[in-house]
């Protein structure tokens, strides 16, 4: 292989490097940061430690949560790790009526005893 080759090959692997490790680390950050900028209070949270809690106060760099009623506690923002969806938003939505189907007609009860021979 001569040198040019060879430099072909080098840049050709940093950029799957790149592509397969850099790009979707830097997408998981931005949406990380993205989630954390949309904090509210009163948002349920799991943070990094797998504690679920409810959000009753932001701060620039820390979050004060709810434990439990009466427990607080301060969490730096970047320990959340999700905020979870409100309750209606996973409740399917009730299905509308339509026409009642029939019910299957029941097969006559079998004999109970001995079978014929």
Same mark, same amino acid.
């Given at each position: 292989m001569s040198g040019g080759a060879i430099f072909i090959l080098v840049?050709?692997?940093?950029?799957?490097?790149?592509l397969m490790l850099v790009r979707p680390q830097r997408r998981r950050r931005l949406a990380q940061e993205a989630m954390i900028d949309h904090l509210r209070v009163g948002d349920e949270v799991l943070t990094a430690g797998g504690i679920f809690a409810t959000v009753?106060?932001?701060?620039?760099? &820390?979050v004060t949560? !709810?434990?439990? $009623?009466?427990? =607080?506690a301060r969490v730096a923002k970047r320990?959340?790790? %999700?905020?979870?969806?409100? &309750?209606?938003?996973? !409740?399917?939505? $009730?299905?509308? =009526?339509t026409e009642p189907q029939a019910e299957p007609e029941a %097969?006559?009860?079998?004999?109970?005893g001995k079978e014929p021979r």
């Amino acid at each position: 292989m001569s040198g040019g080759a060879i430099f072909i090959l080098v840049v050709l692997v940093l950029f799957l490097v790149w592509l397969m490790l850099v790009r979707p680390q830097r997408r998981r950050r931005l949406a990380q940061e993205a989630m954390i900028d949309h904090l509210r209070v009163g948002d349920e949270v799991l943070t990094a430690g797998g504690i679920f809690a409810t959000v009753v106060r932001v701060g620039e760099d &820390e979050v004060t949560v !709810e434990l439990s $009623p009466g427990a =607080e506690a301060r969490v730096a923002k970047r320990a959340i790790a %999700a905020i979870m969806p409100e &309750e209606d938003a996973l !409740e399917p939505e $009730p299905e509308t =009526e339509t026409e009642p189907q029939a019910e299957p007609e029941a %097969a006559a009860p079998e004999p109970v005893g001995k079978e014929p021979r």
